[in-house]
């Protein structure tokens, strides 16, 4: 009973709790668009959750986020592309590789653990960065990444669309990878050394006075939201199925941190809420999008509308709110509180 | 002087900070043995939080060095002092602010390798200790500014530390509050074999604390000793103490 009780449980069976019930409404209306949206859903929930990871517990922004999806996407793409696809997919692929292949879910997991390995060789150094500068550090990481993947083309077919991709994601994958990844986000949140990277956001100077190895603890970190992101890369592309480097740069980025600027970067809870309101919203005024466009109310398309709101959002939460909808205290907290206070 | 120094002592000797050309600290040698708490008083500006932030490691030394029970420091290496069982506070509160009273007390002990079950119950202890256990759940930010002198205390204690810094622990706090902490600070050094250096501007509370005072001003020592002498120091008086301590001596 106790063990029901505890607040990290507690937290983690309400959002998976979350989850599930996305998956039983998408079942029971069973709309193949509904459908679509739940899974891209449960999808970023694994990228805004690993984004969390990073940012909510150091406090640095990470623009390169997106960058190791795409790692993940491009790893989980090149070990299951069949191989009679494969001279077409990939026409320029060193012939080394030509033998390389895996189950996709398997190379779901390969793509996440191939992103924690890049973010591990290059990031170290970074990490003992701060402020503005570990700002602009993990942006020209993203560049450096996008270019790479536009311009290795014999991994990556360069610019041009990489296609093949099993379509294994459904709904029920995505919704139990995102629950698995909320579930590891809390454990490191918690851990040793989710407490000391937490420390090392609150306060540098004094993390460093009790003897707390900074770089490390972002680093390890790092590497986790690394992981978190290639699996959601793999995910994505084995939903889609085909997919260019320019799907993993700026607009998506812009997404991916408005979500977790507006749910709030300090909790889980947060990450998952901000997905799911930013979906919802975006849902929404695409629909309200297609329907300005159909009654050609406006002499022009009404194009932009999503991105407007998602920036005009940001700018209001940053404003009103700059800890996000849920800044500090996780669903589980809060369940607690009340119970206790119940109990009197 | 060296010779007469224990090895379990912490020694920092001739150190010099420069900022910018401007001599904070110059040639200022200061020891502190296991068990003692030692004062460290002088005029505001005079380098005092300088000099803890010297021997931390937090300032770069232009000469000097530091030794921690016989151990010579790295320069410019905090962590490395730290886990040398250096604790210090800071003369602003320093806390995690998002973090709960018991977490932050944790992260002493964490950071020296201590596993988070050990961790907790070493916070616990301590938060005992200094009365702020029914806190324990308390996000940092939301204490009052004398439970944040406490929690950093008690953080920097969690540790374990051979020697611990404290930079104006009573600042902030009312009279039953720092007469209640200047008890537990003075079981502090026989409990736990620690040696304390404390500065405060609070003459009554330093001469409860200490036995030995080091004076400087503009950078430099001008006096060091037992408190009685010190106090008698035309130097000290001058400098520091001013006219009503002049009328007391």
Same mark, same amino acid.
């Given at each position: 009973?106790?063990?029901?009780?505890?607040?990290?449980?507690?937290?983690?069976?309400?959002?998976?709790?979350?989850?599930?019930?996305?998956?039983?409404?998408?079942?029971?209306?069973?709309?193949?668009?509904?459908?679509?949206?739940?899974?891209?859903?449960?999808?970023?929930?694994?990228?805004?959750?690993?984004?969390?990871?990073?940012?909510?517990?150091?406090?640095?922004?990470?623009?390169?986020?997106?960058?190791?999806?795409?790692?993940?996407?491009?790893?989980?793409?090149?070990?299951?592309?069949?191989?009679?696809?494969?001279?077409?997919?990939?026409?320029?692929?060193?012939?080394?590789?030509?033998?390389?292949?895996?189950?996709?879910?398997?190379?779901?997991?390969?793509?996440?653990?191939?992103?924690?390995?890049?973010?591990?060789?290059?990031?170290?150094?970074?990490?003992?960065?701060?402020?503005?500068?570990?700002?602009?550090?993990?942006?020209?990481?993203?560049?450096?990444?996008?270019?790479?993947?536009?311009?290795?083309?014999?991994?990556?077919?360069?610019?041009?669309?990489?296609?093949?991709?099993?379509?294994?994601?459904?709904?029920?994958?995505?919704?139990?990878?995102? @629950?698995?990844?909320?579930?590891?986000?809390?454990?490191?949140?918690?851990?040793?050394?989710?407490?000391?990277?937490?420390?090392?956001?609150?306060?540098?100077? @004094?993390?460093?006075?009790?003897?707390?190895?900074?770089?490390?603890?972002?680093?390890?970190?790092?590497?986790?939201?690394?992981?978190?992101?290639?699996?959601?890369?793999?995910?994505?592309?084995?939903?889609?199925?085909?997919?260019?480097?320019?799907?993993?740069?700026?607009?998506?980025?812009?997404?991916?941190?408005?979500?977790?600027?507006?749910?709030?970067?300090?909790?889980?809870?947060?990450?998952?809420?901000?997905?799911?309101?930013?979906?919802?919203?975006?849902?929404?005024?695409?629909?309200?999008?297609?329907?300005?466009?159909?009654?050609?109310?406006?002499?022009?398309?009404?194009?932009?509308?999503?991105?407007?709101?998602?920036?005009?959002?940001?700018?209001?939460?940053?404003?009103?709110?700059?800890?996000?909808?849920?800044?500090?205290?996780?669903?589980?907290?809060?369940?607690?509180?009340?119970?206790?206070?119940?109990?009197? | 002087?060296?010779?007469?120094?224990?090895?379990?002592?912490?020694?920092?000797?001739?150190?010099?900070?420069?900022?910018?050309?401007?001599?904070?600290?110059?040639?200022?040698?200061?020891?502190? $043995?296991?068990?003692?708490?030692?004062?460290?008083?002088?005029?505001?500006?005079?380098?005092?939080?300088?000099?803890?932030?010297?021997?931390?490691?937090?300032?770069?030394? @232009?000469?000097?060095?530091?030794?921690?029970?016989?151990?010579?420091?790295?320069?410019?290496?905090?962590?490395?002092?730290?886990?040398?069982?250096?604790?210090?506070?800071?003369?602003?509160?320093?806390?995690?602010?998002?973090?709960?009273?018991?977490?932050?007390?944790?992260?002493?002990?964490?950071?020296?390798?201590?596993?988070?079950?050990?961790?907790?119950?070493?916070?616990?202890?301590?938060?005992?200790?200094?009365?702020?256990?029914?806190?324990?759940?308390?996000? @940092?930010? $939301?204490?009052?500014?004398?439970?944040?002198?406490?929690?950093?205390?008690?953080?920097?204690?969690?540790?374990?530390?051979?020697?611990?810094?404290?930079?104006?622990?009573?600042?902030?706090?009312?009279?039953?509050?720092?007469?209640?902490?200047?008890?537990?600070?003075?079981?502090?050094?026989?409990?736990?074999?620690?040696?304390?250096?404390?500065?405060?501007?609070?003459?009554?509370?330093?001469?409860?604390?200490?036995?030995?005072?080091?004076?400087?001003?503009?950078?430099?020592?001008?006096?060091?000793?037992?408190?009685?002498?010190?106090?008698?120091?035309?130097?000290?008086?001058?400098?520091?103490?001013?006219?009503?301590?002049?009328?007391?001596?």
């Amino acid at each position: 009973m106790s063990f029901l009780m505890n607040r990290h449980t507690l937290t983690v069976a309400s959002l998976c709790g979350l989850l599930l019930m996305l998956v039983f409404i998408s079942y029971a209306v069973d709309v193949r668009v509904f459908t679509r949206i739940a899974t891209t859903l449960c999808i970023n929930v694994v990228m805004v959750v690993g984004l969390q990871s990073f940012m909510g517990n150091t406090g640095i922004l990470s623009f390169a986020h997106i960058g190791f999806m795409g790692v993940g996407a491009y790893t989980s793409a090149l070990l299951t592309i069949p191989a009679q696809m494969r001279g077409m997919a990939l026409p320029d692929l060193y012939p080394f590789m030509e033998g390389l292949s895996a189950s996709p879910i398997l190379a779901i997991f390969l793509g996440g653990i191939v992103a924690a390995v890049i973010a591990a060789a290059v990031s170290y150094p970074l990490m003992r960065l701060s402020d503005a500068a570990a700002v602009i550090t993990s942006f020209a990481l993203l560049v450096v990444l996008h270019t790479v993947m536009l311009h290795w083309s014999e991994v990556t077919n360069g610019p041009r669309t990489l296609f093949g991709l099993p379509a294994i994601t459904s709904l029920p994958l995505t919704a139990i990878v995102a @629950a698995g990844a909320i579930a590891v986000a809390l454990m490191f949140k918690e851990s040793r050394l989710g407490i000391l990277a937490r420390a090392t956001r609150d306060d540098e100077t @004094a993390a460093r006075a009790m003897g707390i190895n900074t770089p490390r603890v972002r680093w390890l970190a790092f590497i986790l939201s690394a992981l978190l992101a290639g699996i959601g890369g793999g995910l994505w592309g084995h939903f889609v199925g085909s997919f260019s480097p320019k799907a993993f740069y700026l607009k998506e980025t812009f997404v991916i941190l408005g979500m977790l600027v507006i749910g709030g970067p300090g909790t889980i809870t947060g990450a998952v809420l901000g997905v799911f309101i930013v979906t919802a919203a975006f849902e929404s005024l695409r629909t309200l999008e297609v329907v300005l466009n159909s009654a050609q109310i406006f002499s022009g398309q009404v194009v932009g509308v999503t991105e407007i709101v998602l920036a005009f959002s940001m700018i209001a939460v940053l404003a009103l709110r700059p800890g996000g909808l849920v800044p500090t205290r996780e669903i589980g907290d809060a369940i607690v509180g009340l119970i206790r206070k119940r109990k009197g | 002087m060296q010779a007469d120094i224990p090895t379990t002592a912490l020694l920092a000797s001739n150190i010099t900070v420069e900022f910018a050309g401007l001599r904070a600290l110059d040639g200022v040698t200061i020891v502190i $043995n296991p068990g003692e708490i030692l004062g460290l008083i002088g005029p505001n500006g005079s380098g005092k939080t300088t000099l803890i932030n010297a021997i931390t490691g937090q300032v770069p030394l @232009a000469t000097g060095q530091v030794t921690v029970a016989g151990d010579v420091m790295p320069l410019s290496a905090p962590r490395t002092v730290a886990l040398s069982g250096v604790g210090r506070t800071f003369q602003i509160v320093r806390l995690f602010d998002q973090l709960t009273v018991s977490e932050n007390v944790e992260t002493a002990a964490l950071a020296k390798g201590i596993k988070r079950k050990d961790a907790r119950k070493i916070a616990t202890e301590i938060l005992q200790e200094f009365g702020m256990l029914s806190r324990a759940e308390t996000i @940092a930010a $939301n204490l009052n500014y004398g439970d944040k002198r406490r929690v950093e205390i008690a953080r920097a204690l969690a540790a374990t530390p051979k020697f611990l810094l404290l930079d104006e622990p009573a600042a902030g706090m009312n009279e039953s509050e720092s007469q209640m902490l200047c008890k537990q600070l003075l079981e502090l050094p026989k409990q736990r074999n620690l040696g304390i250096l404390i500065i405060d501007h609070d003459m009554p509370l330093i001469s409860r604390l200490c036995d030995r005072v080091h004076v400087i001003a503009s950078g430099k020592t001008i006096a060091a000793g037992l408190i009685e002498n010190v106090r008698k120091d035309p130097a000290v008086i001058e400098a520091y103490l001013g006219s009503s301590a002049r009328q007391d001596a």
